[in-house]
């Protein structure tokens, strides 16, 4: 079919295209190839419209109760939540295929009334390993992080608005149902036992996160200083020394010095109990309040040789001749350290403290392998959260534990809300993203 050469063919065109994708391409553009890819997606998509609609429609219902059938023959909420998941995503990425063969067949339109002339195949094929190529290069990548990456996190973020927990409502013996925001109700003042421990867990996540980081950082910078302007000789000696806690896997640490801390036969009591320093026991782990002093002891101790190293190589980046023109003015060492070395170090590793305390909030490690939550408080009983429990392990006690999985996917959404700015606050100050370099 003709179509006009002023621009007047423009809306016969547009309508083509949006009837049936390609169609513009085949009719009008004589892009053969291209609109059978393009109407060969759609015919795809029309094929499987019914089991779209029973994917989209099962994701709606979440199954029935079937207790008259088979357990393993009953319907799978949480199956059922995943396939819908992945299907809307399938059709979201059907209507962005589709709007950019709309888009696509206006741009050649505008391109024969400039040029006066169709593109032959080859020339099409050459524009799409041309100018296209990015957009078909870096489409596999981008699928994999839709269906890897952003699935996992839609899937999570449903499960805070179902009842998906015990005793009620593991499939597939039970299924699950919608329930709007009564998670969120209960955990943020609708329960006072979970709004308390929720306030409570927060609060210490928030505590440990800068505890761990600033005193990781405040013990590395001083011992990096201290090994710079003591002219030690043996200084390399005592680097790594002090790296080998960090080198150490830290489950291991963990795990080793929960053990060394036991109030019963941790040899640190046992050993003071030798030494006559010590009558009766420390609960290092066994007490709320030093428990948590505890995590924030052990934190340091395999903390700080990420920091020191950190300082050091920031220290070596300062010109001598500043530290020299100081001390001509009269500058002692410790006015040095605090007007000199102090701004320069944290200027340059503001961004890395920030992502600091950020990981620290998400510390799996650190809590788990030392203490497991542990020691039990008047609510943990019912919210299976310990003294020492952070977000992080609260979710996996909540999970693993409890089961309570609607309850872990609304504390998992609080932590995103609130690490996400972090993150791409963090990010949009890097060269990469100011200037496309690294």
């Not at 421990?197 to 996160?209: E, F, M, N």
């Not at 006559?276 to 709320?288: A, K, R």
């Amino acid at each position: 079919m003709e179509i006009k050469k002023d621009g007047s063919s423009k809306g016969k065109i547009k309508l083509a295209a949006f009837v049936f994708m390609g169609l513009g391409h085949i009719l009008y553009l004589k892009q053969y190839v291209k609109g059978a890819i393009y109407a060969f997606l759609e015919i795809c998509f029309l094929v499987s419209l019914p089991m779209i609609i029973r994917k989209l429609t099962e994701l709606v219902t979440l199954g029935e109760a079937q207790p008259h059938l088979p357990i393993k023959e009953r319907d799978n909420s949480i199956f059922m939540l995943i396939d819908g998941v992945l299907i809307l995503m399938l059709v979201i990425i059907f209507f962005v295929l589709y709007t950019m063969s709309i888009r696509n067949a206006m741009q050649e339109y505008e391109q024969y009334c400039f040029w006066k002339k169709y593109k032959t195949n080859k020339q099409t094929l050459t524009n799409i390993s041309g100018k296209a190529f990015p957009v078909v290069g870096l489409a596999p990548a981008v699928l994999l992080v839709v269906f890897f990456v952003l699935v996992p996190l839609i899937f999570s973020a449903c499960v805070a608005f179902t009842n998906y927990s015990l005793p009620s409502h593991i499939p597939p013996n039970n299924t699950v149902d919608w329930v709007g925001f009564s998670n969120f109700t209960a955990l943020f003042g609708g329960n006072t036992i979970w709004a308390g421990a929720l306030g409570r867990v927060a609060l210490w996540t928030i505590i440990w996160a800068f505890l761990a980081t600033f005193t990781c950082f405040s013990v590395g910078m001083l011992v990096a200083v201290i090994l710079k302007e003591a002219k030690i000789k043996i200084a390399p000696v005592f680097r790594v020394l002090f790296i080998l806690p960090y080198a150490v896997p830290s489950v291991v640490s963990m795990l080793v010095w929960a053990n060394l801390l036991n109030g019963s036969f941790g040899i640190v009591n046992r050993t003071l109990q030798e030494l006559n320093l010590l009558s009766g026991t420390i609960p290092w782990l066994s007490d709320p309040t030093m428990a948590k002093f505890t995590c924030v002891l052990i934190n340091l101790w395999a903390g700080f040789p990420y920091f020191m190293l950190l300082a050091t190589g920031t220290m070596t980046s300062i010109s001598d001749d500043i530290y020299e023109a100081a001390k001509i003015d009269g500058a002692s060492s410790a006015h040095m350290v605090k007007k000199i070395t102090l701004p320069l170090v944290l200027y340059q590793t503001a961004p890395l403290l920030i992502m600091g305390f950020t990981s620290n909030i998400n510390n799996f490690g650190a809590i788990y392998f030392l203490t497991s939550g542990k020691p039990v408080v008047a609510d943990t009983t019912t919210t299976g959260a310990g003294g020492t429990d952070i977000l992080v392990t609260w979710i996996y006690n909540l999970t693993m534990s409890e089961l309570k999985y609607n309850y872990a996917s609304v504390i998992a959404v609080m932590i995103f809300v609130i690490m996400a700015p972090f993150a791409v606050w963090n990010f949009r100050r890097t060269k990469a993203y100011k200037e496309g370099e690294v």
